[in-house]
C-alpha cells in the first residue's frame, strides 16, 4: 500500500491499515503517517461517531516504539487552547487508553491539563460574546476522561472531581449547572442509584460535593419537568395558534440555523402523535399564501418523508430556483418526499448541468428510475469527498443508501454500495453500508477481516456476528 493509499483510508478509518501493518515487514514506513493521524481528529462528525481514539490506537500498538506517538500527543494536549471544537476530546481519549496500558506520561499530561483548566475556571470572569464557556466545555471533557480510566472510577469522581466542581460553583457564578453532562453520564455508565447513594454520602462531610450533588439532582428534576409542562396542541386550530406565537417571538427575537428547522420538527412529531394527517393540506395552503421567504422555508420543513406535501409540486420547483438560500434548501427537502413526474423531471434538468449536482442526486435517487441507473452512479462518483462537505455528499450518500435499502426497486445500483464503503469519512453511515452489503450477500471474507479492525465499534460487532456464524 502507498503512503497516500494508507492515509486515505486511515481518514477513512478503515481497517485494513491495521491488516498492512500487521503484514508488512517494514512498519517504519506508515510512521509519519500514524503520527499524523494521532495529532489529528480524524472524525467526520465526532458527536455522532465519537473520536477515533480506538482505532489510532490500534494502529500505534503495531510498532515497537510507542514513546514518540504519545509524546506527540501529549505535546498537541498541552498546547491545546479551548476553541469549542472536538479535537480536545479526542487527545483526552486517545492519551487515556495510552495511559490505561501504563504510559504514566500521559496520565501526567491529563492531571496537568485537569490543574490547568481547574485553575482557569477558578478566575473566569465572563463568558464569550455568544454565551458559551469552552474552558469548561472542555474541563467537563477530561473530568469524563480521567473517570473512566481511573482504577476506582466512582472514588475518584466523588472525592475528587465532584469536590472540585463544587467549589468552583460555590466560587464563580458562571459555572452554575454546568457539568450536567458528567452528572448524567457517570449515572449511565456506573449505576444510577450507585453514584447517587455515594455522592450523597461524601455531601453530608463536604459543602462542595453536596453542592454539585444538588445541582446535578436540580437539573434533572428540572428537565424533567420542562418536558411534562410542555403543552400539547390537540387541533389543527391549536397547532396554527402555536405556529402563530411562534413566527411572532421569532420575528421579536430572530430566526437563524437550525431553528428555521424547528417548528417542522415538532409538527412532523405532533402529527405522528396525533395521527391527524388532514393537518398537512391545511399547513400547505398556509405555505401558498405565505409572503416571507423564510416564513415559507420554515412551513416547507413540515413536509418530511412521513408528512409529504399533498398539493402540487410545481410551487416547491418555482421555489428551488429562487435565489433565497434558506428557501432553496427547504423546497430541495421538501421535494425529496413528493412522487411526482414533475419532480423527476426537475431532476434530470438539475443533472444535465442546470444546477448543484447534489441536490440532483438527491432527488434522482428519491424519484428513481431503472433508466437512470447509470446517470446516478456517474453523479455520485463526480461529488468530491471532503471533510468540510461544502458539495453534500454526506447528504448525498444517505439518500442513495436509503434507495438502495427500499425493497421493490427496480435495478437499484447496488455496485455503488462497494464505492460508499471506499469513499466515505462517516464510519456511522459505513455501518449501514456494510449492513446493505451484507443483505445484499456481497461481503467478502476479506471486507469482513477488514472490518474487525474498523474504527466504528457497530461495524466491528457486525464483522464478528458473520464470521463467527460462517465458523
Not at 465572563?126 to 472542555?138: F, M, S, V
Not at 449515572?187 to 462542595?208: D, I
Not at 432527488?363 to 471532503?386: C, F, G, M
Request: glycine share 6%; aromatic share 10%.
Amino acid at each position: 500500500m502507498t503512503k497516500k493509499g494508507f492515509r486515505e483510508a486511515m481518514m477513512r478509518g478503515l481497517g485494513r491499515c491495521v491488516l498492512e501493518l500487521e503484514s508488512t515487514e517494514d512498519t517504519e514506513w506508515y510512521r509519519e503517517v500514524v503520527l499524523w493521524g494521532c495529532t489529528h481528529d480524524l472524525s467526520y462528525d465526532t458527536q455522532c461517531e465519537g473520536t477515533r481514539a480506538w482505532y489510532m490506537r490500534e494502529l500505534v500498538r503495531r510498532f515497537q516504539e510507542e514513546n514518540s506517538f504519545v509524546e506527540a500527543v501529549i505535546q498537541k494536549l498541552l498546547q491545546y487552547r479551548p476553541n469549542g471544537g472536538w479535537a480536545f476530546s479526542y487527545y483526552c481519549e486517545l492519551l487515556g487508553l495510552f495511559a490505561q496500558e501504563g504510559h504514566r506520561e500521559a496520565f501526567m499530561a491529563l492531571a496537568r491539563k485537569y490543574e490547568e483548566l481547574y485553575g482557569i475556571l477558578r478566575s473566569k470572569e465572563k463568558r464569550g460574546k455568544d454565551g458559551t464557556l469552552p474552558e469548561g466545555d472542555d474541563f467537563e471533557t477530561l473530568c469524563i476522561s480521567m473517570v473512566d480510566i481511573a482504577a476506582q472510577p466512582l472514588v475518584l469522581y466523588a472525592d475528587k472531581i465532584a469536590e472540585d466542581i463544587g467549589t468552583l460553583m460555590m466560587e464563580n457564578p458562571l459555572l452554575e449547572c454546568s457539568f450536567e453532562w458528567l452528572f448524567m453520564h457517570c449515572e449511565r455508565t456506573y449505576g444510577k442509584e450507585k453514584v447517587r447513594k455515594l455522592l450523597a454520602k461524601r455531601a453530608k462531610a463536604s459543602p462542595a460535593v453536596s453542592r454539585y450533588f444538588e445541582d446535578g439532582i436540580a437539573r434533572d428534576t428540572e428537565m424533567s419537568r420542562e418536558k411534562s409542562r410542555q403543552p400539547v396542541p390537540q387541533t389543527t386550530e391549536d397547532m396554527l395558534k402555536s405556529i402563530d406565537e411562534e413566527k411572532k417571538r421569532d420575528q421579536e427575537s430572530g430566526c437563524s440555523g437550525w431553528q428555521v428547522r424547528r417548528l417542522g420538527l415538532r409538527v412532523r412529531a405532533w402529527i405522528k402523535k396525533t395521527g391527524n394527517t388532514e393537518a398537512l393540506s391545511v399547513l400547505a395552503q398556509r405555505y401558498l399564501t405565505e409572503q416571507d421567504s423564510l416564513e415559507r422555508a420554515k412551513l416547507l420543513f413540515i413536509f418530511g418523508s412521513d408528512c409529504p406535501f399533498p398539493l402540487s409540486p410545481e410551487p416547491l420547483i418555482q421555489d428551488a430556483r429562487a435565489g433565497d438560500e434558506t428557501l432553496r434548501e427547504a423546497a430541495f427537502y421538501a421535494l425529496e418526499n413528493v412522487r411526482h413526474e414533475k419532480v423527476h423531471q426537475f431532476a434530470l434538468e438539475l443533472a444535465e448541468g442546470k444546477g448543484n449536482v447534489s441536490e440532483a442526486v438527491s432527488l434522482l435517487a428519491n424519484h428513481y428510475q431503472k433508466e437512470d441507473r447509470e446517470l446516478l452512479a456517474r453523479l455520485v462518483k463526480s461529488i468530491p469527498v471532503t471533510y468540510d462537505d461544502r458539495e453534500d455528499w454526506h447528504g448525498v450518500y444517505s439518500t442513495v443508501l436509503d434507495l438502495l435499502k427500499t425493497k421493490g426497486i427496480k435495478a437499484a445500483p447496488k455496485e455503488l454500495l462497494p464505492y460508499l464503503y471506499e469513499h466515505t469519512l462517516c464510519s456511522m453511515c459505513r455501518e449501514y453500508i456494510v449492513r446493505e452489503m451484507g443483505r445484499r450477500h456481497m461481503v467478502t471474507e476479506e471486507l469482513l477481516r477488514e472490518c474487525l479492525y474498523d474504527t466504528n465499534y457497530e461495524v466491528r460487532s457486525y464483522a464478528r456476528k458473520r464470521i463467527k456464524e460462517t465458523q
